[in-house]
Each structure stands twice: as structure tokens, then as C-alpha cells.
């Protein structure tokens, strides 16, 4: 895209609410689903060796079995539950940084900028979209970053992430930003407050959800 012009550029920064609560909602349209999935298949096994101990309480292995189910549901909701508290603690760490936003008829490119002064030390990482989900791909990019990323080298810059719209990008709209999410690697957050109304509307159309 570098030999492109771009639509529209602008810088943005992201508040660690709009973060919190944009993970939030990516976990709801994502990872929701697949674990009332899979709670409603090990609810419907656990009924059936409740019944069977209804009819025999002496069967030991469909106890053993009902608490297994029950035991994947709890760890299931608690690892999601616990992730999104990691994510938070993890995104203080890149909370000040700027991100610019290159806007293409096919694409976008999205590049960290230098942090404030005080906040140079601090690693510049991506935090994985959903590790819990049926993936389990490592992802990249800038926006959110990876809890344990490997440091870049001393003075080397980032380099920017390139989305091309497709087919493996879906992008969702919410009251104050558009989520960006590359199915089976990683999402963006665009906050709606660094953008006018009609610069807002226009990414609207770009992104096909006028």
C-alpha cells in the first residue's frame, strides 16, 4: 500500500475503557458463543448420567463423569473471565501510546508512534485477540499486542500492519469505534472521538456498514 494515496490519515489514541470494553465485546461475538456451545453439549451429557444415577445411585463413574462436565464448564468461563482481566493489566503498559491510521479503498495501515517520554521503556507488544477460541493462532499487528512479544531491536522501528479488506476481515461498529477484527489472527480498535462526523461517515461507507 505504501505506493498508494491514502483516503484519509489520521492519528488516534485509545482510552484503556474503550480497550476494556472493546474486548469485552469481541469476547461476546467470538468466544460467547463457542463456550454456550460447548456448555450445552457437556449440560445435555451431564443429563444423561444424571438420569442413570437417578435410576442407580451406586453407578461411581457417571458421578465421576457429571463432575468432569461441570468441572470444563467452570474452567471454560473462568479462563475467558480471567483473560480479559489479563489483557487489562497488560494494556496499561502501551495505554499512552498513538497509533496513525492509513485509510485505502482496499486496505489499511496502521503504525505505533513514538510514545511520550515517559513511557519509552516501556515494551511495545500485541495482545492476542482470543487464544480460547478454535484457533489458537498467534497474532500480530499494532493496536493490541502479544502479552509476551519479543522486544524489537534497540532503535528499530515497527513496522506498519497492513489489512486488506476480504473476505478474513470483518469489521463491527459500536457507539464510540469500529472493530477490525482478521479472523483467526488479531483485531484493531478505531475510535470514533479522533474522527468528524463526516470523516466518521466516510469510513462508514469505506468499511461498507452505511
Known amino acids: 500500500m505504501a505506493?498508494?494515496?491514502?483516503?484519509?490519515?489520521?492519528?488516534?489514541?485509545?482510552?484503556?475503557?474503550?480497550?476494556?470494553?472493546?474486548?469485552?465485546?469481541?469476547?461476546k461475538k467470538y468466544a460467547y458463543p463457542q463456550n454456550f456451545l460447548l456448555t450445552a453439549v457437556l449440560l445435555a451429557v451431564a443429563g444423561v448420567y444424571?438420569?442413570?444415577?437417578?435410576?442407580?445411585?451406586?453407578?461411581?463413574?457417571?458421578?465421576?463423569?457429571?463432575?468432569t462436565c461441570a468441572a470444563i464448564i467452570i474452567v471454560?468461563?473462568?479462563?475467558?473471565?480471567?483473560?480479559?482481566?489479563?489483557?487489562?493489566?497488560?494494556?496499561?503498559?502501551?495505554?499512552?501510546?498513538?497509533?496513525?491510521?492509513?485509510?485505502?479503498?482496499d486496505g489499511l495501515e496502521i503504525r505505533t508512534e513514538d510514545a511520550p517520554a515517559a513511557e519509552e521503556s516501556a515494551p511495545e507488544a500485541e495482545v492476542p485477540a482470543e487464544p480460547e477460541n478454535a484457533d489458537g493462532e498467534k497474532p500480530d499487528g499494532n493496536g493490541f499486542?502479544?502479552?509476551?512479544?519479543?522486544?524489537?531491536?534497540?532503535?528499530?522501528?515497527?513496522?506498519?500492519?497492513?489489512?486488506?479488506?476480504?473476505?478474513?476481515?470483518?469489521?463491527?461498529?459500536?457507539p464510540e469505534y469500529f472493530l477490525v477484527y482478521l479472523v483467526r489472527s488479531n483485531f484493531y480498535v478505531i475510535p470514533k472521538k479522533d474522527f468528524s462526523e463526516d470523516e466518521t461517515a466516510q469510513l462508514r461507507k469505506i468499511f461498507r456498514l452505511a
Do not use: C
Open 145 to 174: 499486542q502479544q502479552l509476551f512479544p519479543e522486544e524489537p531491536a534497540e532503535d528499530e522501528p515497527i513496522p506498519p500492519t497492513e489489512i486488506r479488506f476480504g473476505n478474513g476481515v470483518k469489521i463491527h461498529e459500536y
Open 50 to 67: 444424571v438420569h442413570a444415577v437417578i435410576k442407580d445411585n451406586t453407578q461411581t463413574l457417571a458421578y465421576i463423569l457429571i463432575l
Open 3 to 27: 505506493n498508494k494515496t491514502p483516503l484519509l490519515e489520521r492519528s488516534y489514541h485509545i482510552p484503556l475503557a474503550m480497550f476494556d470494553d472493546a474486548f469485552r465485546n469481541f469476547q
Open 76 to 105: 471454560r468461563w473462568y479462563r475467558t473471565l480471567k483473560l480479559r482481566r489479563s489483557v487489562h493489566e497488560a494494556l496499561k503498559e502501551v495505554e499512552q501510546d498513538t497509533y496513525a491510521l492509513s485509510v485505502f479503498e
